[in-house]
């Protein structure tokens, strides 16, 4: 038995009396999961790597809210966290979700668990992994009790169900399905993009064409005299003879023979049309050309940041605390959070300027001014926030500077 079936059998719940879930649109809730031909082009998978590649910084972080703190936890689902199975590092997983993200518009994620129950009967569950997994098909059932399962089928023919509420799925362009993202058919929608794509590679294929015709004939020679066809091969295998030995560029001929040469007016693609179509493709990634050549000011970058990674970090925060926290765990505001510390696009001295600014206030907790610099938050730091002495209440700076109350007379009360 493969890992895929241990994989499974870890969950040992199964549904019985099933049925296909309803579904609002009147679509039946099967959907095939697989890419298309998108990821042919080398722009589309330059423009979702850039993407990736920014996503495996992250560093998810079991973490619990206390009023305007945010504390560590450190227990045992952090620890699968910093390694979700054994084939993967974090940095791999957070890869493999990403691209699986972007190849579907769905991910999934498998949780295993181990349950007990404690000596007051309440149910305990314990993670152990987390596996990303790529169904080549999911259905959505019910059973008697109208609780939702997923039924995954894979390329290898194996199939198996799992309660929905146990598997962590992220939905990228979640729209008009209502369980899958996408299109109504829980399908990537590429239509537009495909366009796009197509006439790219039209106005490649003209750049190879032009070039190609580049090394075609380039002349004809006229032999002023009348040739039979043995005549006029022996006359082109010594013009052939003469190019070759011609180190100059000048081509020998006699009176009989005259070069005309071939006037060519090759139309090639400009450079600025090119770029406007990778623009447009790099557009619906939410990549500008700047990411992708590397060369981007701090202003783009916080602009690819808000508009391309925000929204996904949030929904990878979301999914994960939903599945791996029960309502009672949640309410004591239990959360996975995934801090970006290499994605910080304020610089060191700006960072260390606003830090000037707030910290002698006490306006900030010692674990935010980390969490401001992308480091992770510190349980023994937590609930404490220092501020400066040099502050005090304005109404009573006499009273500090000379030790006790001000005897002096307040001349902006004196009567005139």
Known sequence: MGWLSNLF???SEKPTQTKYAEVMNGYSPIFSQFGTNIYASDVVQQAISCVVTEMKKLRPEHVREKGNDIVPVASELQTVLNNPNPLMTTSDFLEKVTWLLYLNYNAFIIPTYYEWKDKDGTVKRKYDGLYPIQPSQVDFIEDAGNRLYVKL??????????????????????????????????????DALLSTLNLNHQLLQGVAAAMKSSFAINGVVKYNTLLDDGKTEEALKQLESKLKKSESGFLPLDLKAEFIPIKKELAMVDATTLEFIDSKILRHFGVPLSILTGDYTKEQYEAFYQKTLEPLIISFSQAFTKTLFTDRERGFNNAIKFYAKDLIFMSVDQKIQMLKELAPTGSLFENEKRVMFGLRPLAELEGKRYMSLNWIDAAKANEYQVGGADNGTDESNESV
């Open 153 to 190: 089928r894979f390329n290898n023919r194996q199939e198996f169900t799992v309660k929905y509420s146990d598997v962590i799925h992220i939905k990228y362009r979640y729209s008009v399905n209502q369980y899958m993202g996408g299109n109504e058919a829980g399908q990537p929608d590429n």
């Open 9 to 11: 059998n870890k969950q």
